[in-house]
């Protein structure tokens, strides 16, 4: 693997780079990856955080009231552009915990990885983890937005520990 190179492919190169990068990154350096027992013990954890999360979602009626929105009312906050906040590592986690990334947009009106039924990626953006809108704020109660911040709180901090891990491992390939 040349080394530096792909971790340099960032925020300010155009999806299309940072799929590329991401994909090519897997292709060289994926089985390496997948049996560091570093990396995997935080995709591990990662993987089982996520899934805490989307549990917390749906007991908290999170799922039930973004499904209205997108199905009643198109939804509104995955649009377009928010895909040029990932970088290519973050990509890469995706390729590592199995998921694909899509080749082109669905809807070129909204986020380049929107699919039919949500949201294609499993590790996603900060800001799309975070994201509590005015109608989420409006119908869920205290404790139900605590137990959901609370959630993603966690999720984001074990993706930050993930992708530091993996720069430092994919430095040394
Ligand atoms: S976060 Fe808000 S705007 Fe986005 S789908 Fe859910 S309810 Fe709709
Ligand atoms: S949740 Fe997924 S589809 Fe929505 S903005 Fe984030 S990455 Fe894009």
């Not at 906050?77 to 390729?95: H, K, P, S, V, Y």
């Not at 930050?160 to 040394?172: N, S, V």
Request: glycine share 6%.
């Amino acid at each position: 693997m040349k080394r530096h190179s792909k971790l340099l492919i960032g925020v300010n190169h155009t999806i299309d780079e940072k799929i590329a990068s991401a994909h090519s990154m897997y292709e060289e350096a994926g089985r390496i990856l997948l049996t560091n027992p570093i990396i995997a013990t935080y995709l591990q954890e990662y993987q089982n955080t996520i899934t805490t999360s989307w549990l917390v979602m749906e007991k908290t009626g999170v799922v039930a009231i973004c499904t209205d929105c997108a199905v009643n009312t198109g939804g509104s906050c995955c649009a377009q552009g928010i895909e040029n906040r990932f970088d290519a590592t973050l990509l890469l986690i995706n390729l590592l915990l199995g998921r694909s990334l899509p080749a082109s947009p669905l809807d070129p009106t909204c986020c380049r990885f929107l699919g039919e039924k949500g949201c294609l990626l499993i590790a996603r953006q900060t800001i799309c983890v975070n994201y509590l809108c005015k109608r989420l704020q409006d119908e869920l109660s205290r404790d139900q937005l605590l137990a959901v911040m609370e959630t993603n709180e966690r999720e984001c901090d074990l993706n930050f520990r993930l992708e530091e891990a993996l720069k430092a491992c994919l430095f040394h390939i």
